[in-house]
């Protein structure tokens, strides 16, 4: 057996759990007292006034409410045109748009710019981002990520696993992630980073992040962003850095396969920036940032054109304001 297939059987008996090993709520709250941890729920959205109202409901009535596991619920947004910010105030969250949040470094749109956004705005040292488009929503999206952070210091990010659904045959679970994880990216990790093949669902949008690991890695704004995660804090801290959670499954709408080839050209190029930024290519060539897809009515054929360009953020301990707030320059 080869090295790294010992190190991926030893990572996934010893880093990889499933949901109801945390069953036990009141037990993590005195866990996570004990060792000083503040945990702040990040939730991006962009038009979820359909399921975000359930999502705030159960985290803050079991997560704040009963259970004091969790020290703010915060909702950020990239300028919803729906009532997502306003159901989501209605029901205790705190709001936010993402474009008032460090007005200097001005507004990107996408996802990952409001996960970028949160790390200044929120206060806990660990974020647990999840999702607004879980239908089958479950206090289990946060307990089961932050808990392997309470109970294991050396663990620095969660992510989540689950199943969307798939099948069963005699008892065993064919667990793997979504179309693009199994067409692109898990073909790629096998080719270039096979540790990182452990994680079962790597473009899971739902993980739990220590704070220093947060404020030390490039954000992505758009797809390429938990890709991106993974491998700079692979090659800064290593495999044993992350453990991954089972939370059985999760129901949310699904995208089309158009739209999962602009995501798979976004995920390439940051895929594709990565290796050159550790050297593992020489030079990249230069790179087109037309996504060209096809539609056909009768016997004509139309070229469709649409613009992707990862940009990214840079570390967030870079940025001055952010370095004041905090006083990682010796200040207050």
Same mark, same amino acid.
């Given at each position: 057996?080869? *090295?790294?297939?010992?190190?991926?059987?030893?990572?996934?008996?010893?880093?990889?759990?499933?949901?109801?090993?945390?069953?036990?709520?009141?037990?993590?709250?005195?866990?996570?007292?004990?060792?000083?941890?503040?945990?702040?729920?990040?939730?991006?959205?962009? %038009?979820? =006034?359909?399921?975000?109202?359930? !999502?705030? @409901? @159960?985290?803050?009535?079991?997560?704040?409410?009963?259970?004091?596991? $969790?020290?703010?619920?915060?909702?950020?947004?990239?300028? *919803?045109?729906?009532?997502?910010?306003?159901?989501?105030?209605?029901?205790?969250?705190?709001?936010?748009?993402?474009?008032?949040?460090?007005?200097?470094?001005?507004?990107?749109?996408?996802?990952?710019? %409001?996960?970028?956004?949160?790390?200044?705005?929120?206060?806990?040292?660990?974020?647990?981002?999840?999702?607004?488009?879980?239908?089958?929503?479950?206090?289990?999206?946060?307990?089961?990520?932050?808990?392997?952070? @309470?109970?294991?210091? !050396?663990? /620095?990010?969660?992510?989540?696993?689950?199943? &969307?659904?798939?099948?069963?045959?005699?008892? $065993? &679970?064919?667990?793997?992630?979504?179309?693009?994880?199994?067409?692109?990216?898990?073909?790629?990790?096998?080719?270039?980073?096979?540790?990182? #093949?452990?994680?079962?669902?790597?473009? *899971?949008?739902?993980?739990?992040?220590?704070?220093? $690991?947060?404020?030390?890695?490039?954000?992505?704004?758009?797809?390429?962003? !938990?890709?991106?995660?993974?491998?700079?804090?692979?090659?800064?801290?290593?495999? *044993?850095?992350?453990?991954?959670?089972?939370?059985?499954?999760?129901?949310?709408?699904?995208?089309?396969?158009?739209?999962?080839?602009?995501?798979?050209?976004?995920?390439?190029?940051?895929?594709?920036?990565?290796?050159? #930024?550790?050297?593992?290519?020489?030079?990249?060539?230069?790179?087109? /940032?037309?996504?060209?897809?096809?539609?056909? =009515?009768?016997?004509?054929?139309?070229?469709?054109?649409?613009?992707?360009? =990862?940009?990214?953020?840079?570390?967030? %301990?870079?940025?001055?304001?952010?370095?004041?707030? &905090?006083?990682?320059?010796?200040?207050?």
């Amino acid at each position: 057996m080869s *090295s790294v297939n010992k190190t991926i059987e030893r990572w996934l008996e010893t880093n990889t759990f499933h949901h109801s090993e945390f069953w036990d709520v009141q037990q993590l709250v005195e866990a996570k007292e004990k060792a000083g941890i503040t945990i702040s729920l990040c939730i991006p959205t962009l %038009n979820e =006034e359909k399921t975000i109202g359930k !999502e705030i @409901i @159960i985290f803050k009535s079991e997560l704040m409410d009963r259970y004091p596991l $969790v020290d703010e619920i915060a909702v950020i947004d990239s300028g *919803s045109s729906d009532r997502t910010l306003e159901v989501a105030a209605s029901y205790g969250a705190d709001t936010y748009l993402s474009a008032d949040i460090l007005p200097s470094q001005g507004f990107k749109p996408g996802k990952g710019e %409001n996960l970028w956004k949160a790390i200044y705005q929120l206060k806990g040292e660990v974020i647990c981002y999840v999702d607004a488009d879980i239908r089958n929503i479950h206090p289990r999206f946060v307990t089961g990520l932050v808990a392997p952070l @309470i109970y294991r210091p !050396e663990v /620095h990010y969660v992510k989540a696993f689950y199943d &969307r659904p798939l099948a069963f045959s005699e008892g $065993v &679970r064919p667990s793997g992630g979504g179309r693009v994880t199994e067409i692109l990216v898990r073909p790629l990790f096998s080719l270039f980073f096979p540790e990182l #093949t452990a994680m079962v669902q790597p473009l *899971s949008g739902e993980y739990a992040v220590r704070r220093p $690991v947060l404020e030390e890695i490039p954000f992505p704004i758009g797809y390429g962003v !938990e890709t991106s995660h993974l491998i700079d804090v692979y090659q800064k801290r290593g495999l *044993s850095a992350f453990a991954q959670t089972d939370l059985d499954s999760r129901v949310h709408r699904n995208q089309s396969t158009r739209d999962l080839g602009k995501m798979a050209f976004g995920i390439m190029q940051s895929f594709l920036n990565r290796l050159q #930024t550790y050297g593992m290519v020489d030079r990249l060539p230069e790179m087109e /940032h037309h996504f060209r897809q096809f539609q056909a =009515e009768g016997k004509n054929y139309e070229q469709v054109l649409k613009t992707i360009i =990862e940009e990214e953020r840079p570390p967030m %301990n870079t940025i001055a304001e952010y370095r004041a707030a &905090r006083g990682l320059d010796g200040g207050s």
